[in-house]
């Protein structure tokens, strides 16, 4: 069930073992073991459902596994020959959603199925959203005029002294290069990144 062989941008969204029901093949594929996608709107997001969750699918997939369905829309979500166990276990796997133990209405669901699959976030945004790493923020702490102690950075960071003292010593300043002054105050040993014309 591979995307097109561009980025490969393939993520999966729910993960969920409870969203395998038997099994019970859902692809409607009578035969062979795979199917074509339509490729009309190759940037549109695609869900794949497959007995382990939902995947999204950046590009359109060359094809399915048998089991699996792609779906686009929600149109064809409702035309998809999902059981209702099947629904109810997809709907118990969204993150947020309140559980169900039974189907009620099957298109009711379905329409709330495809509106809580597309409100979940796109992964690719997600990481985009990643805050700044343990190292920018012992750097940023550094390049400050007041500077910063060991026990400062082992405090603010949850590590032990010896790792903020492994950190100064070889990633600041051999990997990275940054030459830093340290200098005895009365709250302790203070450490700056030193001005290069200074160092």
């Known amino acids: 069930m591979p995307c097109s062989d561009g980025a490969q941008q393939r993520h999966k969204i729910i993960r969920n073992e409870v ?115 343990k190292q920018a923020a012992v750097i940023a702490m550094l390049q400050r005029p007041e500077g910063v102690t060991i026990e400062e950075v082992a405090s603010a960071m949850g590590w032990q002294r010896h790792t903020v003292r492994g950190l100064f010593s070889g990633t600041l300043k051999k990997k990275l290069g940054f030459a830093l002054a340290s200098a005895k105050e009365e709250r302790g040993r203070v450490y700056r990144i030193a001005d290069p014309a200074s160092a």
């Open 19 to 133: 969203a395998l029901v038997g099994e019970e093949s859902v692809s409607g594929v009578t035969g062979g073991t795979r199917r074509r996608v339509d490729q009309e709107n190759p940037l549109m997001r695609i869900y794949i459902i497959g007995n382990d969750g939902i995947t999204l699918c950046r590009e359109a997939p060359a094809t399915v596994d048998e089991g699996e369905i792609a779906v686009a829309s929600k149109e064809e979500l409702h035309a998809a020959r999902l059981s209702g166990k099947r629904l109810l276990a997809l709907w118990n796997a969204l993150p947020g959603v309140e559980k169900r133990r039974k189907i009620g209405n099957r298109e009711a669901l379905i329409d709330q199925l495809w509106s809580a699959i597309e409100g979940l976030p796109d992964p690719d945004r997600q990481s985009d959203t990643k805050g700044p790493s």
